[in-house]
């Protein structure tokens, strides 16, 4: 491998913060830590950057790093990911990459070359709809007969769910969540269904007596819905809620017109994983999360 050894990592001055946060977008907020590589002349090479909060379980700071295409394997990002390293240490034990990345893709095996650890496996799953919406009925269908549903549910469009309700679920489910969940799904809800965070064309919600019980939001995404949070009040979790939320999204939206879905959850959640077996969805990518265990390191 050659190294490029003309070049310094120095914490990122105000002037050098728009470039950072356009190179870092998943980091860019005030309490951000920043670093910059340069070569001899000033030119920028690269920016790494990690949020000062706990993020993810077990907690840890969340990094970010980035290296302009014809300053890569020269060594860039690894400096920048030691200055990280340095400064995170006796502040906190983990670093947490910001964003999963795809199995074997060039980032992954950078970070893996770097120490860094695999936490979980999420697994990419495209779906037919209707094949899909088939066997979830029948599941359903099962569930009613043996009297497990009650029939007080109703199922609504997230434009008629209480959005905080919504927000208030996905920030206890996600503390990784993004900030502001309220206001972007406020924004969303007038945006262009195919360019908003959440479609609320075609996300849904479900409601017992008045009361939210979950909600299922979706984005547009390479052409088809995508299932981006899967949320249940903690009341109705290890039960049917999740499953009736799912066909009766799926419903409504084939009903629309909808030929396929995407969807993805972790490889140890086994209730999806095998309703993604039942349904027939065809896997399309594993994307691996990771840490580096700051506390350990020499």
């Given at each position: ?271 999806t994983m095998g309703l993604a077996t039942r349904g027939e969805a065809k896997r399309r990518k594993t994307q ?11």
């Amino acid at each position: 491998m050659v190294f490029l050894l003309d070049f310094s990592i120095k914490a990122a001055e105000e002037a050098a913060l728009p470039a950072c946060f356009a190179m870092l977008p998943s980091i860019a907020s005030p309490n951000a830590e920043l670093f910059v590589a340069r070569d001899e002349e000033g030119k920028l090479l690269g920016a790494g950057g990690m949020l000062w909060r706990g993020w993810s379980s077990p907690s840890g700071f969340p990094v970010a790093i980035h290296v302009l295409p014809d300053s890569r394997r020269r060594g860039v990002g690894r400096a920048l990911l030691a200055a990280l390293q340095e400064r995170a240490r006796g502040e906190t034990d983990r670093l947490w990459a910001v964003e999963a990345l795809e199995e074997g893709s060039e980032a992954a095996v950078f970070l893996e070359a770097c120490d860094f650890v695999t936490s979980k496996r999420q697994i990419l799953f495209e779906a037919d709809a209707a094949t899909f919406l088939g066997h979830m009925q029948s599941l359903i269908a099962r569930m009613r007969s043996r009297k497990r549903i009650p029939d007080e549910v109703t199922s609504v469009p997230l434009a008629e769910a209480p959005l905080r309700e919504v927000a208030r679920l996905v920030a206890i489910e996600f503390r990784a969540g993004p900030p502001n969940i309220y206001r972007m799904l406020e924004q969303s809800r007038d945006m262009d269904p195919e360019l908003a965070p959440v479609s609320f064309v075609h996300s849904r919600a479900l409601m017992i007596d008045g009361a939210l019980a979950g909600a299922l939001l979706l984005e547009w995404k390479d052409g088809a819905p995508a299932i981006i949070v899967n949320v249940v009040a903690p009341e109705w979790r290890r039960g049917w809620v999740n499953a009736l939320l799912l066909t009766e999204t799926t419903q409504a939206n084939v009903d629309r017109g909808m030929e396929r879905f995407f969807f993805d959850c972790s490889e140890d959640n086994l209730d999806t994983m095998g309703l993604a077996t039942r349904g027939e969805a065809k896997r399309r990518k594993t994307q691996v999360s990771y840490y580096y265990a700051v506390a350990s390191a020499p």
